[in-house]
């Protein structure tokens, strides 16, 4: 069992950055691959960043490629998402979840954290 909690939301203007972090807790938690998601309202949940477990490799969705960087520190178990050059699109309530392979599709996640609120003025 993995448990998940994020922090580091906020209400930040455009341009602006903001940098959440999701620590883990459970015995294995360093050995699984860490996401991250973010939803909007009216809209589908969909893939931001993943990490591997060893953190050697990491993907991005193109929405925030070159913007946003993950990154992860396994001595604290801990799973951070940098996002810089932010934009209102950005606005939505973002969640890690914790899978045994760095997939982008949510269905292969079992463990979620209870998300974190990120809105983005213009």
């Known amino acids: 069992q993995v448990q998940l909690v994020e922090s580091g939301g906020g209400l930040v203007q455009a341009g602006g950055s903001l940098r959440l972090s999701c620590a883990a807790s459970?015995?294995?938690?360093?050995?699984?691959?860490m996401g991250w998601f973010r939803q909007a309202p009216g809209k589908e949940r969909e893939f931001v960043s993943v990490?591997?477990?060893?953190?050697?490799?990491?993907y991005y969705a193109d929405s925030v490629k070159g913007r946003f960087t993950i990154s992860r520190d396994n001595a604290k178990n801990t799973v951070y998402l940098q996002m810089n050059s932010l934009n209102p699109e950005d606005t939505a309530v973002y969640y890690c979840?914790?899978?045994?392979?760095?997939?982008?599709?949510?269905?292969?996640?079992?463990?979620w954290g209870q998300g974190t609120q990120v809105t983005v003025s213009s």
């Open positions: 979840a914790a899978a045994n392979g760095a997939y982008s599709d949510y269905a292969h996640y079992a463990y």
């Open positions: 459970g015995r294995t938690a360093s050995t699984y691959a």
């Open positions: 990490i591997n477990w060893t953190g050697s490799r990491t």
